[in-house]
């Protein structure tokens, strides 16, 4: 076994990195996982996650947490209503969609990224991940690596695998190769109690998602398994316009005022999501790695995710990938095939690119597409299967 008597670091308590831990586990390999949180009552930001037959939902096979995935999904959340910038239906899918068809490669369940965290975090043993562990440094060891956190603790680990998000500090270590900015900004809100706090909103989105656009513009959001709404205004802009606006994101009058400056065109029926924002909002430039990135391999270092290979979220393929990156390499590294981890890890990071390469194409058309002047029709057609 290439991981025998190897101490295993993941950096990053995300879908990818959790369940790359358990599967390591259930091969019996020693794995600690760093996570800057406070501790497992972190609130888990970003919308339900969409798993696909062949990525997400094989990684939650592989780890045996099938049934409980099960348990936990959130039927009728993948319901999608297209609409206009009025908030016009042109299409809908609440009376057709086949609820829990698991085996159909198109049935995509969603389910909270909290409660996911919950799963995945309760499949571990005790003492696996580490609170309160924010990544500063790392410096070569022995054969392995000093990992250093913010908190003034150290740990030493034979292999690190970075999985610590767009933004990872592990990646400068294996490549300096960066992101490109996609031409699309977003911003995204939260509201909790949406039953409550939007009552127009909430009754529309009857547990579903809502994809509008107007304008070369879009609004899109969805339930959330606490009974939250999580909305995303998403739009193009120039690079650096989120850090260049003046805006006080924590000021949702603000917000609204300049939602009605920029969405000029579009029903006031929406001004309910900007009015009972419950938290900052948060600007996010979206990016993408090249699509023909390369790098030669480490003996003791490799990432994940989108550490790896950060996309545009338009093709539902983020965490699908991580999740993937994981279980391949779960097995790359507890194959008898390799002499050393560092071919191991070679003919991981070959095929990680690959695929991952061409679902960042997807994304980055699909982000062109939902950004154009004929994008309502353009999306009525992809539901449509035309």
């Known amino acids: 076994m290439l991981l025998e008597n190897k101490q295993v670091a993941i950096i990053g308590g995300g879908p990818g990195g959790l369940t790359l831990a358990r599967l390591l586990q259930l091969q019996n390999i020693d794995v600690k996982v760093y ?22 939902l094989a990684a939650i096979h592989k780890a045996n947490l099938f049934e409980e995935f099960k348990n936990n999904f959130m039927p009728g959340a993948d319901k999608t209503l297209i609409t206009d910038e009025n908030a016009k239906i042109f299409f809908s899918d609440h009376e057709t969609n086949v609820e829990e068809d698991f085996g159909n490669e198109s049935f995509r369940p969603e389910i909270d990224r909290g409660v996911l965290r919950k799963i995945l975090l309760e499949s571990l043993q005790p003492e696996t991940i580490v609170w309160d562990s924010h990544f500063i440094s790392m410096k070569p ?6 990992l250093s956190f913010k908190n003034g603790s150290s740990f030493y680990a034979d292999i690190v695998i970075g999985s610590d998000g767009a933004n990872s500090k592990i990646r400068p270590y294996i490549t300096d190769i960066k992101a490109f ?13 949406s039953k ?21 513009k879009n609004l899109l959001m969805g339930q959330k398994g606490d009974g939250a709404l999580g909305f995303y205004a998403s739009f193009k802009a120039p690079e650096n316009w989120s850090a260049n606006n003046n805006l006080d994101y924590t000021d949702k009058t603000q917000i609204l005022e300049w939602f009605k400056k920029e969405y000029p065109e579009w029903s006031n029926i ?12 948060i600007p996010r430039p979206i990016n993408c790695m090249p699509l023909d990135q390369n790098w030669e391999a480490l003996p003791n270092l490799t990432i994940i995710g989108d550490a790896a290979h950060v996309m545009p979220p338009f093709a539902g393929e983020g965490a699908n990938m991580a999740m993937l990156d994981a279980l391949e390499l779960s097995e790359f590294l507890t194959s008898d095939h390799y002499k050393t981890v560092q071919e191991a890890i070679s003919d991981y990071e070959i095929s990680m690119r690959e695929r991952a390469s061409k679902a960042a194409q997807e994304s980055l058309e699909n982000g062109e597409k939902m950004h154009s002047k004929e994008a309502l029709k353009t999306m009525l057609d992809f539901f449509a299967g035309v």
């Open 35 to 56: 996570e800057r949180d406070l501790n497992k009552d972190a609130r888990v930001q970003g919308s339900p996650l969409d798993l696909h037959d062949d990525s997400g």
């Open 141 to 146: 060891q022995n054969e392995g690596w000093l």
């Open 181 to 193: 900015y996609s031409g699309i900004t977003m911003i995204e809100g939260n509201v909790y109690e």
């Open 196 to 216: 409550i706090a939007t009552p127009a909103i909430d009754s529309l989105l009857n547990g579903g998602k809502i994809m509008a656009f107007g304008n070369e």
């Open 270 to 281: 929406w001004y309910e999501l900007f009015e009972n924002v419950s938290a900052p909002f």
